[in-house]
C-alpha cells in the first residue's frame, strides 16, 4: 500500500517561507518522480513542481518559478518543496503524488502521470 504524508504547512505572512515535506512508503521511491500540485475551492488542481526520480531534473510551473525549489532525499523517502517569497494567492491545499510508471520522464505537469496522491496539507498566506 502507497502512502504519502504530507506535512509542513501553515499560516505565514506575505514575503514568508515554508517547506513542506512528503514522506513516502510503500513503493521503491528512488524509482518514481514526484510532483507537487495545490488547489483552492472551485479551482482546477494546479501544477507547482516536479522532480525526477534521481533528482537531476526538475519543472515548475509558471506563477511559482523563481521562488519555489523542489528537492528530494531519497534515502530518506522524502521530497521537499521549499517555498519562499510567499503571496497571497499561493494559499491553496498542496497536495504530493508519485508517478505512475518508475523513471516516468515527464512531462511533471499532468496529473494522469501519478498514481498515488497525499490527503494535503493547507497552506495559508496572509496579505
Known amino acids: 500500500q502507497v502512502q504519502l504524508v504530507e506535512s509542513g504547512g501553515g499560516l505565514v505572512q506575505a514575503g514568508g517561507s515554508l517547506r513542506l515535506s512528503c514522506a513516502a512508503s510503500?513503493?521503491?521511491?528512488?524509482?518514481?518522480?514526484m510532483g507537487w500540485f495545490r488547489q483552492t475551492p472551485g479551482k482546477e488542481r494546479e501544477f507547482v513542481a516536479g522532480?525526477?526520480?534521481?533528482?537531476?531534473?526538475?519543472s515548475y510551473g509558471d506563477s511559482v518559478k523563481g521562488r519555489f525549489t523542489i528537492s528530494r532525499d531519497n534515502a530518506k523517502n522524502t521530497v521537499y518543496l521549499q517555498m519562499n517569497s510567499l503571496k497571497p494567492e499561493d494559499t491553496a491545499v498542496y497536495y504530493c503524488?508519485?508517478?505512475?510508471?518508475?523513471?516516468?520522464?515527464?512531462?511533471?505537469?499532468?496529473?494522469?502521470?501519478?498514481?498515488?496522491w497525499g490527503q494535503g496539507t493547507q497552506v495559508t498566506v496572509s496579505s
Open positions: 510503500g513503493r521503491t521511491f528512488g524509482s518514481y518522480a
Open positions: 503524488a508519485i508517478s505512475r510508471a518508475p523513471y516516468y520522464s515527464g512531462p511533471y505537469h499532468l496529473p494522469w502521470g501519478y498514481e498515488y
Open positions: 522532480i525526477s526520480w534521481s533528482g537531476d531534473s526538475t
